[in-house]
């Protein structure tokens, strides 16, 4: 039996009107006959409806974000996002597997098979998979992104897309572009893991609705909402290192049309890891508190969401002994500190017509604050960044829904002042203050024929204060040629402003010398892809394999150079090319009931000229294999998860005018990590123990001549592989209704 | 010869807990999807568990349970508490009332479906 979905018409799911809207539609089978007593349900929401003499249903409060879970009794269920504005026809092929392999499951993570851009969605289900303690450690499970190690001594994981620095990857909370800024490197960890709900992963440049700054790829946060939160959702974690967290989420109904959450996040690190033995922290200790609290109104027509977001982190690290209080300027020991605090305001605003469901309006707001107070060894920094965002999107349709279309307009305010001091008479003490003024336009037009084509046509005009005008073209098409097989292509432009001292704060923690030979220009690129996903039925159960191919060519890049010399680190515009490559194929398949296998292997090539030639850039493995095994038995009972990483060698910077004995290898070697997780699940919850890195791999002294810190030859930045080992962690989540 | 005694270890753990396995059918009031996904994952959890499955059209509910664990009272009074009628007991008003719009008496009365059984 074929496993086909029909529908009438498709929207893209990085739409990032929020505005919740009613759903309407009709369950078929595949032989036309209508389902009546069919479910559709919200996958991260316990409204439901059930459909109706007439195999109708209605669902209210729907948001472009959430999936209709489809299912009847003897049929296949589904998982699919919504359409407005009309009447959805959903086709569930029948079943002829016996009836318990029927339950409401359905494709709970994976490929958004309608949407125009390659977008994959990682569920809640999906996340709890790996315990993550904050978004830079969610991707675990997933084979697009991947996690790499800054240094030796900050702690910081930084993630690649596409072979490809994260830096260019737009990082957006519901919509709003979130991490960026000062805190493209660090921003990850203040979001914490039990607030995540969902997470969706585009591939190639986004949309153009959303700005400019998706160069490479667009992730997508969604964070728990007062409509779809537990009341109480309690988690508590601890692994062997002593991280301690606990987390709460709260929601609270205020009166018929308002709604409240309440998100919150306490952990710390105060045990000193060496586990080297090299006299340096493996990784800082930590403490952190992050409260947000949001509220949510819905009425008729006018839907509105406000939130607050606060959060302290505090970050000692380097030699042992150092210490949250200690002074990096006077300080004995080598130390690293990183103090931050925001505060945020932020939200949305959405209009329906519900006699025109095909006209909507809304606008995304936020205003932030933050500060960051930090340094390692005697460089010191400060900055502040203040930002102000505003985003009016209106949507509608063109005669009939083949042609639907996005309009509005932004403004970015974004000033930021920076100090950094190096305290040596060679490398570099600066004040970079700069404010960026951005209004823009932009259009987007949607052109869908038949349920087998999408074509998304974008285009933005951006008028900076400080560097003239942008223009990006962006164009999507998807084109599903045969029932198992859809093609995608996209391309696009994309720019960004880069903030070299933050960027690099892993140089910091080395005696490189940093030399800022550059101008600051916007870092501006293209990007092209193609992709081919093809979703075929073995034995009963789906098979699906996606393959894609990536491009990304800089015309401008902001240089790190760490090839020039082994003492310094020089940063300029780029002179000659940079381009990077990717391939990646991943295929997914039950090989039980409950076991399911996801395998992917991944080739990247990622060329910039440093030291004069143009070579691979440093730390990038250009071969990768993962490997995910995941069991679980009805309603997550019982579930367990296996995830293997093969990382290929990763070319080193140059140190061959080091002196011999703080010589580097030119290119690293290739290894293996393993993580692994148990959960039992409860009426009330759940618990959970799993180990990350449980082969235990090491890279060996990670840092270069550790005895000298203040000396000319101190690096811990040359850093490839996890410099903590084997962790252990278990935790408890406890939900009430 | 570790791994040979761990192997009839677990094969005669298996089959102890095999041998305690029995069987249970529950006729129930539940009347659509919604009914049996909620009795089913409610009944996953409960002590004794190992298998749920509910047939929506005779509305009887499967369960293989261990005996030394637990009883099909203790399973027959578990779904009256879940909102739901089970043989002769009858179900617990409160949380009947919890219970999802389509699971409630007569929601699905206009269903074409279930005119044809009638």
Request: glycine share 8%; charged share 20%; with cysteine.
């Amino acid at each position: 039996m074929k496993f086909t979905l029909l529908l009438l018409s498709f929207v893209g799911v990085s739409s990032s009107l929020f505005a919740q809207q009613k759903v309407t539609g009709t369950v078929h089978s595949s032989t036309d006959e209508p389902l009546v007593g069919a479910t559709v349900q919200l996958l991260n929401n316990k409204l439901g409806a059930v459909t109706d003499l007439n195999a109708n249903f209605e669902l209210d409060q729907v948001r472009p974000n959430d999936r209709l879970v489809v299912s009847y009794l003897g049929y296949f269920s589904d998982t699919l996002p919504p359409v407005f504005g009309q009447k959805m026809l959903i086709k569930l092929s029948e079943s002829d597997e016996s009836l318990e392999q029927v339950t409401v499951r359905g494709r709970s993570d994976g490929v958004v098979d309608e949407a125009p851009f390659l977008n994959i969605l990682i569920t809640e289900s999906e996340l709890q998979k790996a315990a993550c303690c904050n978004l830079s450690e969610s991707f675990e499970t997933n084979a697009s992104v991947d996690v790499s190690y800054a240094d030796a001594i900050t702690g910081t994981k930084m993630i690649q897309m596409m072979g490809v620095d994260g830096r260019y990857v737009q990082i957006n909370r519901e919509g709003i572009p979130t991490i960026r800024g000062l805190n493209s490197r660090l921003g990850m960890t203040y979001v914490p893991g039990t607030w995540i709900q969902s997470i969706d992963v585009g591939k190639g440049a986004g949309t153009v609705i959303n700005g400019y700054e998706s160069m490479t790829g667009q992730i997508n946060v969604e964070l728990f909402k007062p409509e779809s939160m537990d009341k109480w959702y309690l988690n508590g974690y601890l692994n062997s290192l002593g991280r301690m967290e606990a987390n709460a989420n709260r929601q609270i109904n205020l009166g018929k049309k308002w709604s409240m959450g309440i998100l919150f996040h306490a952990s710390q690190l105060s045990n000193e890891v060496d586990q080297n033995e090299d006299g340096f922290m493996d990784l800082p200790k930590s403490r952190q508190i992050n409260l947000l609290n949001r509220y949510k109104y819905a009425g008729e027509r006018l839907m509105a969401q406000i939130g607050f977001n606060v959060f302290f982190s505090d970050n000692a690290g380097g030699q042992n002994g150092f210490n949250f209080k200690d002074d990096l300027s006077t300080s004995h020991g080598y130390g690293y500190r990183m103090d931050t605090r925001k505060a945020e305001v932020f939200g949305k605003l959405g209009m329906i017509y519900p006699d025109k469901p095909t006209q909507s309006w809304g606008l995304q707001y936020s205003f932030s604050y933050q500060d960051f107070i930090g340094g390692a060894g005697r460089k010191l920094y400060n900055g502040i960044e203040k930002t102000a965002y505003g985003n009016f999107i209106y949507q509608n349709i063109i005669g009939s829904s083949f042609h639907q279309y996005k309009t509005g307009a932004s403004f970015l305010y974004d000033d930021f002042d920076e100090q950094f001091t190096s305290n040596s008479a060679t490398s570099l003490d600066t004040t970079m203050m700069r404010t960026e003024k951005v209004p823009g336009v932009f259009f987007e037009y949607n052109y869908i024929p038949n349920d087998n084509v999408t074509i998304a046509a974008g285009a933005r005009t951006d008028f900076h204060n400080l560097f003239g005008t942008y223009l990006t073209p962006r164009l999507h098409a998807r084109w599903a040629f045969t029932p198992s097989l859809t093609l995608r292509g996209s391309a696009g432009k994309g720019y960004r402003t880069p903030n070299a001292l933050m960027e690099n704060s892993m140089i910091w923690v080395s005696s490189r010398d940093i030399v800022y030979n550059a101008i600051l220009k916007p870092e501006e690129s293209w990007n092209m892809g193609v992709s081919m996903v093809g979703n075929w039925t073995l034995k009963n159960k789906p098979l699906s394999i996606v393959a894609d191919y990536f491009y990304t060519t800089f015309q401008n890049q902001l240089v790190y150079d760490q090839d020039f010399s082994s003492d310094k680190l020089v940063i300029y515009n780029l002179t000659n090319g940079s381009y990077a490559t990717s391939f990646q194929i991943e295929g997914s398949y039950p090989l039980t009931d409950k076991l399911n296998v996801k395998t992917a292997y991944k080739h990247y090539q990622n060329l910039t000229t440093t030291n004069g030639i143009l070579q691979q850039i440093p730390y990038q493995s250009q071969d990768r294999f993962f490997l995910n095994l995941a069991y679980a038995t009805d309603f997550d009972k019982w579930k367990a998860d296996m995830t293997l990483n093969w990382n290929g060698a990763m070319r080193l910077p140059d140190t061959s005018d080091s002196p011999l004995e703080y010589r580097r290898p030119s290119r690293s070697p290739d290894f293996f990590l393993v993580n692994a997780q148990i959960s039992r699940g409860f009426r009330w919850g759940s618990i959970y123990l799993g180990g990350e890195n449980i082969m235990n791999f090491k890279q060996q002294n990670p840092i270069v001549d550790p005895e000298n810190p203040f000396g000319s030859n101190f690096d811990a930045s040359m850093t490839w592989g996890p410099v903590a080992g084997r962790i252990i962690y278990a935790g408890v989540r406890y939900k009430i209704n | 010869m570790k791994k040979l005694l761990l192997t009839c270890f677990i094969a005669a753990y298996a089959f102890a807990v095999q041998a305690q396995i029995k069987t249970v059918e529950i006729k129930t009031s539940a009347i659509c999807e919604m009914c049996k996904k909620t009795l089913e994952k409610d009944l996953t959890f409960e002590k004794g568990v190992k298998s749920v499955n509910l047939d929506v059209e005779t509305k009887i509910l499967n369960i293989a349970y261990l005996d030394r664990k637990t009883s099909p009272e203790i399973l027959r009074k578990r779904v009256t508490m879940v909102g739901y009628n089970a043989d002769s007991l009858k179900r617990d008003v409160e949380a009947y009332n919890k219970l999802e719009e389509c699971c409630k008496d007569g929601a699905h009365d206009n269903d074409l479906h279930k005119k044809k059984d009638h």
